[in-house]
């Protein structure tokens, strides 16, 4: 569970899980807001992503997004992945129709971007590029390593290496926190916007790890 903040004010409590068994497995978040933002937008954003290991690696099957705004669906986004054409199949409330992408291997989408990244910190110490299927198109991400950081959180402290996510465009930044000690699962995440507001994500409770 992360405890959402727009600069020190708690406006979002977001909700993640991870089932499965040895090769299939649904990573799964449930986000909403809280307080004076909750009462007056009741948004609720749900991301679901179906996925199996191959060769100790993430292959998506299929992904999800919906965002409700006063039990009505405002955004959507769907991914189907083909993995035998090399395709993932695309849409959102933007474009209903289906979009196809061609993918190569190790494309996932921005959801499950966070697993990849902790199984790559586990099992290789690092972090690479990654190549994320999105609406239409493909894109790839990057991220700098900027040393090691304590870090204090509702679920306890933590020692952490802080990523940063590298942009040609720098309208914004977003860091993350990972924790060695819960296999690299981010303890904080932040977002910087060029105005200098910011949003952050903290962990507030955690189990399974």
């Known amino acids: 569970e ?11 409590i977001s909700n993640l899980s991870l089932q499965g068994d040895k090769t299939l497995f649904t990573y799964s978040s449930r986000s909403r807001t809280v307080g004076i ?5 009741g948004d609720i954003i749900t991301e679901v992503s179906k996925w199996r290991l191959e060769n100790n690696k993430i292959k998506v099957n299929e992904y999800s997004y ?9 955004k959507f ?23 196809p992408v061609k ?13 990849a990244m902790m199984s790559d910190m586990l099992s290789k110490g690092k972090v ?42 720098k ?6 926190w990972c ?9 904080k995440i932040q977002h910087i916007e060029k105005n200098g507001s910011k949003f952050s994500l903290l962990l507030s409770k955690v189990s399974g790890l």
Do not use: C
């Not at 986004?77 to 979009?99: G, L, Y």
């Not at 999105?134 to 700098?144: P, R, S, V």
């Open 103 to 115: 993918i190569t291997d190790g494309t996932v989408d921005k959801f499950t971007l966070q697993l």
């Open 77 to 99: 986004k769907d991914i189907h992945f083909d993995w035998a054409s090399k395709t993932a199949n695309t849409r959102s409330h933007k474009n209903p129709e289906f979009i």
């Open 179 to 187: 924790a060695p000690k819960l296999n690299f699962l981010p303890v």
């Open 37 to 41: 933002v909750g009462a007056l937008s």
């Open 2 to 12: 992360y405890h959402g903040y727009k600069g020190p004010i708690k406006v979002a």
């Open 171 to 176: 309208k914004r930044v977003t860091l993350m």
């Open 128 to 169: 690479a590029d990654y190549t994320i299927v999105d609406i239409g198109k493909l894109k790839t991400y990057h991220f700098e390593v900027l040393g090691k950081k304590k870090i204090k959180t509702p679920a306890g402290t933590f020692d952490t290496i802080l990523l940063k996510k590298l942009r040609k465009k």
């Open 66 to 74: 919906r965002h409700k705004k006063n039990k009505k669906i405002k």
